[in-house]
């Protein structure tokens, strides 16, 4: 997809993550598995485990969750939960990893244990929903949209699937499907009528309005998502309302959201190349 004025990163994810707390960070329990499949309830020994991975993945601790996750799945083989916790802890390594075959590497495990907490339980959502976020970062959008649809099918309602969908039409090329951008609002405004506090949701939205040229909403919107995001702040937040600003004129305040972006330091090189471009024309 040609980029237009702005650039939407391709985040992992933990940029998807970075204020939703169901990716990755293990917090939301899956749905309920039926009565016929494998252990609904994990026993003592693989809770506890789970319980200490959940921990770890709010606190950073990438390769400590992945420990405790794959001690909870050697307790419990059909606990779906210890697998689906073991999938974000390889999700999350990925988003950390500087070398790109090893990112590569964890986001192949990542996939194998998503697919295992399936298997073990054919309504965890959440699984489906995070499976989609590893074939998004490998740029594998058609599967993307199909792991997450099946995700709502599950929970029509969940806000986390509704913005992951709409960042995956973000990506599909305007000049094939005219609707692109369309499908994208409607994903974006589904997950914030489900979850009025999601400030990912707000901006995905502020870059629909951006890719439109409608720089009033989309500063409203980026706004928006920059102040319920502030408990877990990110680039990616600023980068929209950065080029809103500078689009509506706000000269001052894009400079001060461009400085705010390069205070994160962000390793993504062309993200950095597309920062240092608009602060260059928003003088």
């Known amino acids: 997809m040609t980029a237009p004025a702005h650039w939407w990163p391709r985040c992992s994810a ?11 960070t293990g917090c ?10 494998a252990t609904v309830t994990p026993g003592p020994a693989a809770q506890k485990h789970i319980a200490a991975a959940q921990a770890a993945l709010k606190a950073g601790k990438f390769d400590g969750a992945r420990q405790e996750a794959a001690a909870a799945v050697q307790a419990d083989p059909n606990s779906s939960e ?14 950390a990893e500087t070398d790109a075959q090893k990112a590569r590497d964890d986001l192949s495990k990542a996939v194998d244990a998503y697919m295992a907490a399936i298997r073990l339980d054919a309504a965890n959502g959440a699984a489906y929903t995070n499976l989609a976020t590893v074939y998004y970062q490998n740029g594998q959008f058609d599967e993307a949209q199909k792991q ?15 913005y992951v969908l709409g960042t995956i039409y973000l990506q599909r090329d305007p000049k094939q499907a005219a609707d692109t951008l369309d499908k994208a609002q409607a ?5 914030i009528k489900s979850d009025a506090r999601m400030g990912a949701a707000y901006i995905g939205l502020a870059n629909v309005y951006l890719f439109r040229a409608d720089y009033p909403k989309a500063l409203q919107n ?13 680039p990616y937040a600023y980068w929209a309302l950065a080029q809103a600003q500078c689009a509506s004129g706000d000269k001052t305040g894009g400079a001060k959201s461009i400085e705010r972006i390069n205070s994160f330091n962000p390793s993504d090189p062309l993200f950095k190349q597309q920062v240092q471009a608009l602060a260059d024309r928003c003088k």
């Open 14 to 24: 933990v940029a998807l993550a970075a204020a939703l707390c169901i990716a990755l």
């Open 28 to 37: 939301a329990a899956p749905t309920p598995a039926p009565a016929h499949t």
């Open 82 to 95: 210890a697998q689906y916790l073991l999938g974000n802890a390889y999700n999350r390594m990925a988003g």
């Open 148 to 162: 997450v649809e099946q995700a709502l099918k599950l929970k029509p309602d969940d806000p986390t699937s509704h």
């Open 187 to 191: 994903e974006f405004e589904a997950a």
């Open 222 to 234: 980026a706004q928006k998502g920059v102040e319920l995001t502030q408990d877990s702040p990110s």
